[in-house]
């Protein structure tokens, strides 16, 4: 197995303030924008992007917590039995500008999971997505707002968005499996 | 007809018999015992490397003919029996209905002689239909060739009726079988009671159902110095009384079975039916002990209460399933891999306890390799291994406790009245 | 991964810790469901439950039935009234034929100990015990557990009394096995009659004095009295067993203050719980069928996640 780092402490932190100055561009005003991160990383993306929010803008914008495990379309394939991580959406959606966050974009299938379960907790107004890395090969006609990164990569390839909270540190990094 | 088995360890504990000798049969008898027969035979039988013994008796067989052949029936269940290395058993008479009256036995005798391959010694009911009212005709039954009387399946509730039968088996010299329980203690239960019964959730027979009994038997024995064999002896406080009452010189014999040697309640853990007797699979202590009575020889024989149940009695509840396991198939082996291999009891005492014990209680003259006696005879490979499978029983039903048990000793003949009933076929 | 592989969920005494607390986890995410607006998530999405009651069981079934339907579930109720002398199709085969049907998850209640067992090793289909006999009932237990440890944050260490008929209880075993597992120091309370026998073998401690059950217990589970069960002579009346046995305010004032009552349900007001106590501040009961829901949404989900194949068939 080969690791390379793709992007270092620094640049996730870089990257993330873009990230919010994008949104918050294009949003023109906070007011109305909820994040949502998909269980485990997007949720610890989320919350900084939460925190570079309120340093911008002094607001503390609604944070939800999103397990798509129970609307994967793959519960039903032999060696799944994923473990289920808790749901917290603790605001009303209808009518807000749902940012959901992710760490990876890959076959689209989880975000796909994510919009059926965001709507059946109520009706945004819109939903954009953020990823932190896109590395291609979608299956389904999905794709991100707002990007950290765009990584071409092989089939062979997996990407690892390492987190402090709960990986050892910050960093993205790319492994090839032989 | 003429056949030598050569060459085997011929033991027989009747006549003090352990060695390497040829065996003469000629027609339906032992012709001759001795190093190196060489005469000319019909048919040679390799015996190196294996047991020659007398042919096995158990006491304790059902074999539910007449009235459940859909369990077993005499051809199938001595079929069973001449496979296990049996040349005689005892029929119980729980049958449907219960052996009671001459005409029975004379038709059940009839039966027998048609269709066993193994001979069959046929016991009667104590009490008419096993009711526990009225003493059969005990006078008559024994002009029939009956040998024992048991309610087996039930006990003798009244006292009374229990004393004036052994009074009277004892005019008669017939052997008292005695199914010790209380149906008042054990009422309803199914599984040993204690921590069993409670983690499972299923009802409790105690071990006082089974040891009051044993007590009041002895009892009415002494009084009527009646012949009394106490039946599946299961747990400990029996085997003391049985001790205590052969120290006082009375006329008591006790058997055992396999399974409560060879397992204990925890086989009943998994809910699976074929742990399912009564008396029921006790505590590890209960199992140790009833070894020990057998090493010092308080406990005389092992018989296999070999009680073949259809599929359809047992693959389900079970509280509601059927007593009972069958036996006959391997209950040599298992006593081999449970007692001789682990040292508890020498394949000569083993033997005993399979031939002349069961004879000399039963008062039969069988049970020895005695030149002229009716050549009854077993020869097996006690340290063969194999692995109970219920494709390979050939009894009619398959309820055993071992299956998917992997036991040492392999009967590879079995020959009754000079005929060979059995030869291993794989 | 998931460590609970099991195909079926047949006791708590067979399950290790993890197994126990991954339940318990994946229950917590569940129980967020039931508060949404829409009350259902696509997990469980064209499979089929069917609930094989042979005995009457309103809570129970419906608790099943809430929980499968919120997963998604297609669920079928089947009842079937047995009496030991009424001959009928076997357990088996009735099994065998809703199998055939396609169901994927068979949730059995039964009165013979070991049944949901015996039908787990004949069928493909995952197999939960709803309760057999006296024996198992072990979405109970973890219900009763997930509450209490939602009330005392952990289960370790907890003092626990279950009173009642613990001898003809199936609630109590699957209780004292979880709890001893989670590390909870146990005792049952009841008339010596209810004790059976050899139950410390299962890690309790034995009081046949209520005040000794409720003095240091973090939290009591009273068992609902039965007086018309069979060995009915034996049983104490209905008042004199209020009068020793019963959980009233009177009784609680030297327990702890902050004592958890739970009660598995249905209760009889003034057998063996008082209505104040049943109705009182220290009460969890209505919770408790709450988070029944969860407790079997996470059953039915981690049952239906396993590959498990340990199915054998006798026939």
Known sequence: MKTKRILSQEDIKRTLTRLTHQILEKKTSSDGVVLIGIQTRG??????????????????????????????????????????????????????????????LFTGRTVRAALDEIMDFGRPKSIELLVMIDRGHRELPIRADYVGKNIPTSAKEQIEVRLKEIDEQDEVVIIEKQ | MKTIIKGGRVIDPKNNLDQCLDVLIEEDRIKEIAPQIREQADQVIDASNKIVAPGLIDLHVHLREPGREDK???????????????????????????????????SLNQRIKKDAR??????????????????????????????????????????????????????LDLLVIAHCEDVFLSKKGVVNKGFTSTKLGL??????????????????????????????????????MVAKAKKRGL???????????????????????????????????????????LAEGVIDVIASDHAPHTINEKAIEFDRAAFGVIG??????????????????????????????????????????????????????????????????????????????????????????????????? | MQIFKRKDLLGLEELSKEEIEEILFTA???????????????????????????????????????????????????????????????????????????????????????????????????????????????????????????????????????????????????????????????????????????????????????????????AVNILRMQFERDEKAAFPQELEYFKTFGVTEERLEKAKKDIIIMHPGPINRGIEISSAVADGERSVILEQVTNGIAVRMAVLFLVSQSQEQNHEDHN
């Open chain 2, 72 to 106: 077993e029936t005499i051809l199938s269940g001595t079929r069973a029996a001449a496979k296990g290395g049996f040349t005689t058993v005892l029929a119980m008479p729980n049958c449907e209905p219960a052996i009671d009256s001459p005409e029975k036995v004379r």
């Open chain 1, 43 to 104: 949720v610890h993306l989320a919350q900084r992007i939460q925190t570079i929010i309120r340093e911008i803008e002094g607001i503390k914008v609604p944070l939800g917590a999103l397990d798509i495990t129970l609307y994967r379309d793959d519960l039903t394939t032999v060696g799944s039995s994923p473990v289920v991580k808790k749901t917290k959406i603790n605001f009303d959606l209808n009518d807000k500008e749902v940012i959901l966050i992710d760490d990876v």
């Open chain 3, 28 to 218: 917590e995410s569940f129980k967020e469901v039931s508060t949404r607006e829409i009350k259902k998530v696509p997990a469980l999405r064209g499979k089929t439950v069917v609930n094989l009651f042979y005995e009457p069981s309103t809570r129970t079934r419906v608790s099943f039935e809430v929980a499968a339907k919120r997963l998604s579930a297609d669920v079928i109720n089947v009842s079937i009234e047995t009496s030991s002398v009424k001959k009928g199709e076997t357990l088996i085969d009735t099994g065998k034929n809703i199998e055939a049907l396609k169901a994927d998850i068979i949730v059995i209640r039964h009165g013979s100990s070991g049944a949901p067992a015996m039908l787990a090793r004949h069928l493909k289909a995952n197999v939960v015990n709803a309760g057999d006999g006296w024996h198992e009932h072990p979405t109970q237990a973890l219900l009763d557990i997930f509450t209490l440890k939602e009330k005392k944050g952990k289960i370790k260490d907890l003092k626990v009394s279950i009173i009642g008929d613990i001898a003809h209880s199936r609630v109590a075993r699957s209780n004292i096995w979880g709890l001893t597992k989670l590390g909870a120091q146990v005792k049952v309370c009841a008339p010596k009659m209810l004790i059976p026998p050899g139950i410390e073998k299962m890690g309790v401690k034995i009081t046949n004095d209520i005040e000794n059950a409720l003095n240091d217990a973090d």
């Open chain 2, 328 to 426: 006959l198939e391997t209950e040599l082996a298992v006593a081999i891999t449970e007692l001789v291999n682990k040292k508890i009891l020498t394949l000569f005492d083993l033997i005993k306890k399979f031939t002349v014990n069961p004879a000399s209680i039963i008062k039969i003259d069988k049970g020895a390799l005695s030149p002229a006696a009716v050549a009854d005879l077993v020869i097996f490979s006690p340290e063969k291994e194999w692995v109970v499978k219920k494709e390979n029983l050939v009894s009619k039903s398959s309820n055993s406790c071992f299956l998917g048990k992997r036991i040492k000793g392999v009967v590879e003949y079995t020959f009754c009245q000079g005929q060979m009933v059995y030869a291993r076929q794989d």
């Open chain 2, 118 to 171: 193994v001979n069959v010694l046929v016991s009667s009911a104590i009490t008419l239909e096993r009711a526990g009212q009225k003493i059969t005709d005990l006078d008559s039954l024994q002009k029939e060739g009956v040998l024992a009387i048991t309610d087996d399946g039930s006990s003798v509730e009244d006292s009374k009726i229990m004393l004036n039968a052994m009074q009277r088996a004892k005019e």
């Open chain 2, 251 to 293: 006329r008591v014999s006790a058997e055992t079975a396999p399974h409560y040697f060879a397992l204990d309640e925890e086989a009943a853990w998994s809910f699976d039916t074929n742990m399912k007797m009564n008396p029921p699979l006790r505590a590890k202590e209960d199992a140790e002990s009833i070894r020990q009575a």
């Open chain 2, 203 to 240: 009802k409790g027979i105690s071990r006082e159902s089974e040891y009051s009994r044993v007590a009041r038997d002895i009892e009415l024995a002494e009084k009527s110095n009646a012949r009394l064999h106490i039946a599946h002896v299961s747990c400990r406080e029996s085997v003391e």
